[in-house]
């Protein structure tokens, strides 16, 4: 979420600074220029003034054209602007440099026309930096007796207006940049403040989803809509884990208090077998029932226990646990005439040793139960780089793609297996002692035939503890 929003915060936060960045550098542009033609102006006002007391032909005329021609001269000379007053026939009264006429084309000859009309320049055409040629021509109408006699006109070069024009664009362009740093920054936060409840309510939804049912949202942060799914959050999984806790204790109290009955009532079916001829049938399979809802509620029981108590992981020796295991269930296989081999070498992880060792005693005797006389099953320790695997395959009759679906499920049993003796809880719950302390147990088929099951607990000590 945060790539999407931050994105998009900053575009929109970017489209704001050049929507005031693009105006703002037009307005610097016309204010340096309107400075310009304001002072090229009030030049031309003073020429104007000048060149109303020289006549064509009047007494002193030569002598007041000479001072004109003088003051135009300085002007060019000192400022590089080429400054002239023309008859309406385009003769020159004075100019500076001399030979410099009225141009007949462009800018120069509109501005020419309109001071005919008796207006002075105002709106010139914008000149911009990257225009290295433009030039900015000014006229005023000299006005004698209510007419027009003569037009001064200024023709200023722009390099100083182009560059004053660039250095106000480049402080706007470092004004910009340094905003849109404050804008990024702010984004940066903006979308920490937002996202940071929503990061906090996905690991804890996955803690929980993962077994670990006391994680909550600490809502002291974000906007109040979010912090008020937090507390709606943190209510909703106490719910959930009281109606567990409520779930996993009628399961215990029922487990235990059935055993009793359970018992005396194994009891009494052997006090009546004794009444029976011996060899009786329905007086075995009654027994044979007994024994497995016995069995049953002892697993409940336990699936109760392993549901209910946290793992106390340690540092421990999973290649040395792995072979107690193996040799402890070694005279079981021997006794079914199965071959059980373990390659088990030194490798340690973190992990609940009495958890481990009873996920791996259902695992073994899961196998154990499915492999034939004649058969092999091999227990193997492998290390990898975050996790320690325990690998237990046999060469039973193994599972369809379906039924490995299936596999691990509470009371579940494959349809070929139901006469063999078991309860259907022991994978269940050698999963929930496993995933307790961060592991698991995958399943797979064994080539050529047969089951592969991997228990694995983690290499590395988790961040919390």
């Known amino acids: 979420m945060r790539t999407r929003l931050l994105p998009l915060l900053i575009v929109l936060m970017a489209g704001v600074l050049l929507a005031l960045g693009f105006p703002l550098a037009a307005s610097l542009a016309a204010s340096e220029q309107q400075r310009v033609v304001v002072d090229r102006l009030d030049d031309a006002a003073r020429f104007a003034a000048l060149a109303q007391f020289v006549g064509e032909s009047s007494a002193g005329a030569d002598e007041r054209r000479a001072i004109l021609g003088g003051e135009l001269a300085s002007y060019h000379d000192v400022y590089g602007i080429r400054a002239g007053i023309f008859y309406r026939d385009n003769r020159a009264m004075a100019a500076a440099p001399e030979d410099w006429t009225v141009p007949y084309e462009g800018e120069g000859r509109r501005a020419f026309n309109e001071a005919l009309l008796g207006r002075r320049s105002h709106d010139p055409p914008q000149v911009w930096p990257w225009q290295g040629d433009a030039r900015l021509t000014i006229a005023s109408p000299v006005v004698r007796d209510g007419d027009v006699v003569a037009v001064v006109v200024t023709d200023s070069p722009t390099g100083q207006l182009r560059s004053r024009i660039l250095r106000g664009w480049l402080l706007i362009f470092a004004g910009e940049a340094a905003a849109m740093l404050l804008a990024v920054g702010a984004a940066f936060r903006l979308t920490g403040w937002v996202l940071r409840p929503v990061r906090v309510l996905d690991a804890v939804t996955h803690d929980i989803a993962t077994g670990r049912m006391n994680s909550r949202v600490a809502a002291t942060g974000g906007p109040p809509e979010l912090r008020r799914l937090a507390r709606s959050f943190n209510e909703m999984a ?186 259907g809880l022991g994978l269940s719950i050698a999963r929930v002692l496993l995933t307790a302390g961060g592991g698991g147990v995958t399943f797979a088929p064994n080539e050529p035939h047969g089951l592969r099951v991997t228990v694995t607990v983690p290499r590395y000590a988790p961040a919390d503890l």
């Open 238 to 423: 106490d719910n959930v884990e009281d109606a567990l806790e409520q779930q996993r204790a009628f399961v215990a109290d029922a487990s235990h208090q059935l055993r009793n009955p359970l018992a005396a009532l194994l009891l009494r079916i052997e006090l009546l077998a004794l009444e029976l001829p011996e060899g009786n049938e329905e007086i075995a399979s009654v027994r044979t029932e007994g024994k497995r809802l016995a069995q049953v509620l002892d697993d409940l029981l336990d699936l109760a226990l392993a549901e209910h108590v946290a793992a106390e992981l340690r540092f421990t020796d999973v290649g040395a646990l792995t072979g107690e295991r193996v040799a402890s269930w070694r005279p079981v296989a021997e006794d079914k005439g199965v071959t059980l081999t373990g390659e088990c070498g030194a490798v340690t992880a973190w992990a609940d040793p009495v958890a481990l060792s009873s996920a791996l005693d259902a695992v073994i005797d899961n196998a154990l139960k499915f492999t034939p006389a004649g058969e092999e099953v091999t227990v193997t320790v492998v290390p990898d780089r975050s996790t320690v695997a325990v690998v237990v395959a046999d060469h039973g009759p193994g599972l369809t793609e379906e039924e490995l679906g299936r596999i691990g499920d509470r009371f579940w049993r494959s349809g070929r297996h139901q006469n063999v003796k078991g309860s």
